[in-house]
């Protein structure tokens, strides 16, 4: 049976499946399945809720996780598996084979640039469950609305991804496929079957995962999908914030029924659980909307219209002193977050300073940047190039000074070893000197 529970953020929607999880029984299996980047904050939040021994009995997996599983429990994980640089390698390969059959992109068939292109219509092909051959039949359908320019260009893609995939099939494993394969192998097992799934924090599904969500809507007992609206019916038609989900929330009742498995009525969970501040869940419940409400009084947020990045910045840095100052808050009460922190650099700290507002702000750096990593690199560096002129002088520049670097560079047999090797480059580098100035004596 398929369950959709819906709520607006803040509403209790993962709560409520992690708790029906953790009081499914033991006969059958309880599956949490959560987008890629969620997959390890779930496993700690279970670990939490049911401690180190009954947490082990909920599967917590991603898509991916899920297709390993399968794999590892059916068959399926043998291989080589392809990563970026396999596929441009093919890719070229294929281009090359094919070259001579090509119109469009003949001339092309030497660019990396094309390369690239390829394999990201390779890669959103194979997310759509399109193959090939679809391609090759699209293009030869008699009342197709597509052009003959068109038409040409899908037969000689179809003739590329089809020698791709013959090439990579011979050795190798692509990841992209990978839920292709778990596909066939659903269809032959009952993997799903006495378990209890429950999908928390999607939108949307690729047809790759909505293939593998009518394989499991058919063999499992309950299937649980949480869903952020607050109602199915899609007013906007489509242009609304949240369409989308609601397309899938259809998508999915839909699928059931076609399946003949049953569905049951959509539960809605009452919204701002997760809001102390009256003003903070004003703020969630309609500022999305597209029609204007009644407006009910809320404290605790403030809505600003900012004419540019630079008045923003101003309003922030005013605000803050303003409370410090009169309000008694101390700076370290305030914490400023936005969504593209590079926009606001060299504006955002200036108007802090011009206020003398203490502040942090964070910067991601790069660890190549880091003098003990300058450091290890070029060491390795000078070794690789057989201690070319130019790469031991970089490495002699990078050499750790004063006293905070040496007592960080002197923990460990890191330090004994890269001092040995500098040792080793000076000596040589005074051999080398010696004999540049003999050479100008006898000259």
């Known amino acids: 049976m398929l369950h959709l529970l819906l709520g607006r953020a803040g509403s209790g929607k993962t709560t409520y499946l992690r708790n029906l999880l953790k009081e499914t029984p033991v006969t059958r299996q309880p599956i949490l399945l959560v987008p890629e980047q969620g997959s390890f904050q779930n496993e700690r939040a279970m670990l939490r809720l049911l401690g180190p021994k009954d947490a082990q009995r909920v599967w917590v997996l991603s898509f991916s996780r899920l297709a390993d599983r399968a794999f590892r429990t059916y068959g399926g994980v043998a291989g080589r598996r392809l990563d970026d640089g396999g596929r441009s390698i093919f890719m070229s390969l294929a ?25 990201e219509a390779a890669a959103e092909l194979k997310m759509c469950g399109i193959h090939p051959k679809d391609l090759s039949d699209a293009a030869e359908i008699p009342a197709s609305p597509l052009s003959s320019t068109l038409r040409q260009k899908a037969k000689e893609l179809a003739l590329i991804f089809a020698a791709y995939d013959a090439l990579v099939a011979q050795s190798y494993v692509d990841p992209l496929d990978d839920l292709t394969r778990l596909k066939a192998l659903l269809e032959e097992h009952a ?49 609304g914030l949240f369409s989308l989900v609601r397309h899938t929330g259809n998508t999915l009742i839909r699928m059931a029924k076609e399946r003949g498995v049953k569905v049951a009525a959509p539960e809605l969970l009452e919204p701002g659980k997760r809001f102390r501040s009256k003003g903070l869940s004003a703020l969630e419940a309609n500022v999305f909307r597209t029609t204007r409400r009644a407006s009910c009084p809320a404290s605790g947020a403030v809505l600003y219209e900012a004419k540019d990045l630079y008045d923003e910045a101003e309003y922030v840095a005013a605000t803050i002193r303003n409370l410090v100052m009169e309000r008694g808050y101390r700076y370290r009460d305030f914490a400023v977050i936005v969504r593209t922190p590079e926009q606001y650099r060299g504006i955002l700290d200036v108007a802090l300073e011009h206020r003398n507002i203490p502040y942090f702000m964070d910067k991601p750096q790069a660890i190549d940047a880091e003098p003990l990593m300058r450091l290890v690199l070029s060491a390795f560096q000078v070794v690789r190039s057989g201690f070319a002129s130019g790469d031991v002088f970089t490495f002699l520049k990078n050499r750790p000074g004063g006293a905070v670097h040496r007592a960080n560079f002197r923990t460990g047999k890191l330090y004994i070893s890269l001092e040995s090797l500098r040792t080793k480059v000076e000596r040589r580098m005074d051999g080398s000197s010696t004999g540049i100035c003999r050479g100008m004596d006898r000259s």
């Open 95 to 119: 281009l090359e084979q094919v070259k001579d059959q090509l119109d469009f992109y003949r001339k092309s068939a030497e660019d990396t640039e094309l390369v690239r292109l390829l394999l």
């Open 191 to 239: 993997f799903f079957k006495n378990c209890v799934v429950a999908l928390d924090s999607f939108q949307s599904f690729t047809v790759q995962e909505y293939q593998i969500l009518a394989s499991m809507l058919e063999q499992a007992d309950e299937v649980y999908v949480s869903l952020c609206v607050d109602q199915l019916d899609d007013p906007e038609r489509g242009m």
